[in-house]
């Protein structure tokens, strides 16, 4: 009589299709996040303690440290500001301008471009800060 020895199967999990998902949730989590835009200046932009964080797309004015003004990274002089914002202004709607200004510019000249921006018809003026780290 001959036995018969029956070879045991060799069990084994194959993570094959595991590795797939955990790649297309990584790749979903990386495309769908969000990323800060830098702006192609450098700006030291006032501290707020304001947590809200407004996205927008559209118009930005910059005014560098060396107080020139940018509109979309395309320099202004303070003189031909009224009539760019005019134009701007027709094709924005309702949407606003952006302002970022460095802190240590003259008070006065944001608010002379603030008022600039009221009289060109622009409705809302979006003031750009960073968040302030709280201490505890």
């Known amino acids: 009589m001959q036995i018969q020895v029956k070879s045991k199967k060799r069990i ?18 990386v495309i769908s996040s969000t990323f800060l835009e830098q702006p192609g200046m450098k700006l030291e932009l006032p501290k707020s303690s304001q947590k809200e964080a407004v996205k927008m797309e559209g118009y930005t004015l ?6 020139r003004i940018f509109l979309n990274n395309e320099p202004v002089p303070l003189s031909d500001l009224p009539e760019k914002l005019k134009t701007v202004s027709l094709l924005i709607g309702e949407q606003g301008i952006i302002l970022k ?14 008022d600039v921006i009221k009289q060109s018809g622009i409705p809302k003026i979006i003031v750009a800060t960073e968040l302030k780290e709280s201490v505890q």
Do not use: C, H, K, W
């Open 12 to 29: 084994g999990i194959n993570i094959t299709s595991l590795i797939d998902v955990l790649f297309l949730l990584l790749l979903f989590f």
């Open 62 to 67: 910059f005014i560098s440290p060396e107080e």
């Open 101 to 114: 200004a460095d802190q240590s510019i003259r008070y006065g000249l944001v608010v002379e471009v603030m």
